[in-house]
C-alpha cells in the first residue's frame, strides 16, 4: 500500500509539473490570443484543479496497479504509450473537432497527454515493480 500511495502521489506531481509547462509556458500565448474561449483567471478554481489532478493520477495509478499483472518497466511504459494516444487523441483532436480552438493548441494536447502518460508510467514501472526487483533479488 505505501508503494501505491508513493506512486499516486509520484504521478500527481509530475502531471502537476508538466501541467504548468504545457499550458502555462508552452501555450501561454496561444491561451491569450483566445481569450474568449476560457475563463478568466479569477474564475478558475485551482483546489478543484488539483482534486481533478489527483483523481486522475489515482486512476492511472490504480488502473496499471490492478490489471496490469506482469509489472515491469517495458509493461508500465506501453501502458502509458496506449492511455497517452488515447487521452491525447480525444483530448486534443476531440475538442478541436467541437470548439474552435486553434490546430496548435489542439497538436500541443494531444502530444502533452503522451509525454504526461508516458513520464506518469516510468515512475509507475520504477515504483509498481515486482517485489524480487525493488529489493534487488531477481530470482
Same mark, same amino acid.
Given at each position: 500500500?505505501?508503494?501505491?500511495?508513493?506512486?499516486?502521489?509520484?504521478?500527481?506531481?509530475?502531471?502537476?509539473?508538466?501541467?504548468?509547462?504545457?499550458?502555462?509556458?508552452?501555450?501561454?500565448?496561444?491561451?491569450?490570443?483566445?481569450?474568449?474561449?476560457?475563463?478568466?483567471?479569477?474564475?478558475?478554481?485551482?483546489?478543484?484543479?488539483?482534486?481533478?489532478?489527483?483523481?486522475?493520477?489515482?486512476?492511472?495509478?490504480?488502473?496499471?496497479?490492478?490489471?496490469?499483472?506482469?509489472?515491469?518497466?517495458?509493461?508500465?511504459?506501453?501502458?502509458?504509450?496506449?492511455?497517452?494516444?488515447?487521452? #491525447?487523441?480525444?483530448?486534443?483532436?476531440?475538442?478541436?473537432?467541437?470548439?474552435?480552438?486553434?490546430?496548435?493548441?489542439?497538436?500541443?494536447?494531444?502530444?502533452?497527454?503522451?509525454?504526461?502518460?508516458?513520464?506518469?508510467?516510468?515512475?509507475?514501472?520504477?515504483?509498481?515493480?515486482?517485489?524480487?526487483?525493488?529489493? #534487488?533479488?531477481?530470482?
Amino acid at each position: 500500500m505505501k508503494r501505491f500511495l508513493l506512486a499516486v502521489l509520484a504521478v500527481f506531481v509530475a502531471r502537476s509539473v508538466l501541467d504548468f509547462v504545457i499550458h502555462g509556458v508552452i501555450l501561454q500565448s496561444a491561451y491569450a490570443a483566445t481569450p474568449a474561449l476560457w475563463r478568466p483567471m479569477a474564475e478558475m478554481n485551482m483546489a478543484a484543479m488539483y482534486a481533478v489532478t489527483l483523481t486522475v493520477a489515482l486512476a492511472f495509478t490504480a488502473i496499471y496497479a490492478l490489471v496490469v499483472d506482469r509489472k515491469s518497466m517495458a509493461a508500465a511504459l506501453t501502458y502509458g504509450l496506449l492511455y497517452g494516444i488515447a487521452t #491525447g487523441v480525444s483530448m486534443g483532436f476531440g475538442t478541436y473537432l467541437t470548439m474552435p480552438v486553434p490546430l496548435r493548441l489542439a497538436v500541443t494536447w494531444c502530444l502533452g497527454s503522451l509525454v504526461e502518460s508516458l513520464v506518469a508510467a516510468a515512475l509507475l514501472g520504477a515504483i509498481l515493480r515486482p517485489a524480487a526487483a525493488a529489493s #534487488g533479488n531477481q530470482a
